[in-house]
């Protein structure tokens, strides 16, 4: 049985070395913190392995090494520029563990009204070439069975329908262009 300073100093360790890789919220933290604690002193009690992970994680918390609120916009920017709706923002930042106050003021940043969905949809339907970025000629048939695809991509990706409608309803490049182009 290892002493208190000694998984101090290994869960100190580790996390730091976690840490120094990846931006990571309190709660995933924590449980990459419960891994390596079971793995070190499996026969440790709950309660001990908890005080332990409390302990390194509010170390880390008070150096800014964790800071949910910067994990949060770094990924909020990032969904949105990749054609994210505010909806996926919503569920990403939730499966994270972050607070929902945080995801609130983080969904109000990057969606604060219906042209920011609007532009994101484009930008989603910019990358994978659907709906007005579509290069091949269709004909009829093709056309209706495609838009159903396309809506269908939109859906998954969280955009409403009404969104959906409204990007495909965008029939000038440039008008579609200045939309994806303004700054947020």
Do not use: C
């Amino acid at each position: 049985m290892n002493n208190k300073n000694e998984i101090l100093e290994f869960l100190n360790k580790n996390g730091l070395r976690y840490l120094s890789k990846f931006e990571t919220t309190e709660f995933q933290f924590k449980f990459f913190l419960k891994k390596k604690i079971d793995v070190f002193e499996p026969n440790l009690s709950t309660y001990k392995k908890n005080e332990f992970i409390h302990l390194i994680t509010e170390k880390m918390k008070k150096l800014n090494y964790i800071n949910d609120f910067r994990y949060s916009e770094i990924k909020g920017e990032k969904i949105f520029n990749s054609g994210g709706s505010k909806k996926l923002l919503k569920f990403k930042l939730d499966e994270k563990g972050i607070d929902p106050d945080v995801i609130e003021k983080i969904t109000d940043k990057f969606f604060s009204n219906k042209l920011d969905e609007i532009q994101s949809a484009l930008i989603y339907t910019k990358k994978k070439k659907i709906g007005l970025f579509y290069k091949k000629n269709l004909n009829k048939i093709d056309a209706s069975n495609l838009k159903n695809k396309w809506f269908g991509a939109l859906a998954r990706r969280g955009f409403s329908y009404e969104i959906a409608k409204k990007v495909f309803e965008i029939d000038n490049l440039s008008e579609a262009e200045n939309i994806i182009n303004r700054t947020v």
